[in-house]
């Protein structure tokens, strides 16, 4: 095991699944508690046992109730009682979403520590089915009670992993179209991605189609049908399109229904079916993001935020730009704190930068009342975060000078709008 630790993790109602990076084998490395389990899938459930008030996850839950059905409180839905963000009751005590998903969260962690006790986490990338502000933000908190700060963890979407994960496979994966086709427990539906390489970085869009025709309890009561649907379906989201690269996920999958059919589409193209994939897409950004290096790619939904957020400041006469929100960050991750020493100086320059357009505009902060004439230096605190996708918040106080300069307590507000 490498001694800095980089892993991806996979949260999903029904499965998790755990990786970490190899540094000699140069990708990711799926993870189980069990060693005979092919797809290394972790069922994502939380239990109690009431005698010894101990927490158990995944199949330890289904052994315990076998010695003692008594014993065991299950938290019923348990992603899903945890994103409704309400307290859960289990044995007469009260808990908050995010304890209850920390302690999930550090028995999960402690199958890393089956392979290297001492191990210790460098950078980890999660990745759920279940995107969103509230989820992230209970995330955050489940991650603060173990000591793992934003500084070493992110929260990505299911199309964010799905993207990573094909653009560090070999360039003829991508060269045209990547198709997608997940069954999940709901019903089936595509994701055709598109990725234009002669942009830096490149740009990535996604184009989702759903399918109510095949559900998981169609292929389980007529599985020949099912498969006959999938081909059908699977014809017209390729049709017209340039593919290079088909990949088939989700529980549905884990059968063998379609493999015929796959086999069909896989003429002239790459056909793939496996649980692995977002997992091991988070995996490759732990290692991007533990390196501080530019990501390959830029993608945008409806949840990222389409400029780049700037103070515009002057060192020894050469103007230089100190980035406070960077393009396609989720709007409800999008938060940045920087101090500044000024002297002599009556405003603020903030600059916002549309990605797609290029455009630029500026915008000012009057510092009115502040103490800082030739002479006099003030440390600034700038704050920034999101109020929604369009609506940036930004925040700067005088924090004066140590005991030289004191402060004025002053606070100066900026509300940025894009409509």
């Given amino acids: ?51 010894k008030h101990e927490w158990i996850i995944g199949d330890d839950i289904l ?9 065991v409180e299950e938290v019923p839905d348990f992603l899903k009682a945890i994103v409704a963000n309400e307290e859960i009751t289990v044995d007469g005590e009260k808990y908050e979403s995010s304890h209850l998903l920390q302690i999930y969260l550090r028995r999960l962690l402690n199958v890393l520590r089956t392979f290297d006790k001492y191990v210790e986490i460098g950078y980890i990338v999660f990745t759920s089915d279940i995107a969103g502000e509230t989820f992230s933000t209970i995330l955050r908190d489940a991650l603060h009670r173990i000591k793992i700060e934003k500084d070493r963890y992110s929260f990505v979407s299911h199309e964010e992993a799905f993207i990573s994960y094909v653009i560090h496979e070999k ?35 996604i184009e989702r189609r759903d399918f109510s025709d095949i559900t998981v309890e169609m292929i389980e009561a007529d599985r020949e049908k099912a498969a006959g649907s999938f081909l059908t379906l699977a014809s017209l ?5 340039d593919i290079s690269t088909i990949f088939a996920v989700g529980r549905g999958f884990l059968t063998d229904f379609a493999d015929r059919k796959l086999a069909d589409l896989s003429t002239g193209r790459h056909v793939f079916r496996g649980q692995n994939l977002y997992v091991s897409g988070a995996c490759e ?21 389409r400029s780049g957020i700037s103070i515009l400041t002057y060192v020894d006469g050469k103007e230089r730009e100190a980035v406070l929100i960077h ?93």
């Fill in 171 to 205: 360039r003829d994966i991508w060269q045209n179209d990547v198709i997608k086709f997940e069954l999940d427990d709901k019903a089936l539906h595509s994701e055709r991605l598109t990725i234009i390489n002669n942009l830096t970085p490149m740009a990535a869009a």
């Fill in 1 to 51: 095991m490498d001694e800095r630790l980089l892993a991806g993790v996979d949260l999903c109602a029904d499965y998790t699944q755990i990786a970490y990076y190899s540094m000699r084998k140069a990708g990711p490395i799926a993870l189980s508690r069990d060693a005979d389990d092919g797809e290394r899938l972790i069922p994502t459930r939380l239990a109690l046992r009431k005698a």
């Fill in 327 to 419: 393009p396609a960050t989720l709007w409800y991750e999008a938060s940045s704190e920087l101090d500044l020493i000024v002297s002599d100086v009556e405003e603020l320059t903030i600059q916002i930068k549309d990605f797609i357009t290029k455009k630029t505009e500026r915008r000012f902060i009057s510092l009115t009342g502040l103490e800082n004439d030739e002479g006099n230096f003030v440390r600034l605190r700038v704050e920034a975060s999101f109020k929604d996708r369009n609506t940036c918040e930004i925040t700067v106080k005088d924090m004066g000078f140590g005991t030289f300069v004191p402060t004025t307590n002053r606070i100066y507000e900026l509300t940025l709008c894009k409509k």
């Fill in 237 to 241: 989201c390729i049709d017209k399109h």
């Fill in 63 to 71: 052994s315990a109730i076998e010695e003692d059905e008594s014993d």
């Fill in 285 to 305: 950004l732990a290692l991007l993001r533990s390196r501080n290096e530019d990501e390959k790619y830029i993608y945008f939904d409806e949840d990222r935020v």
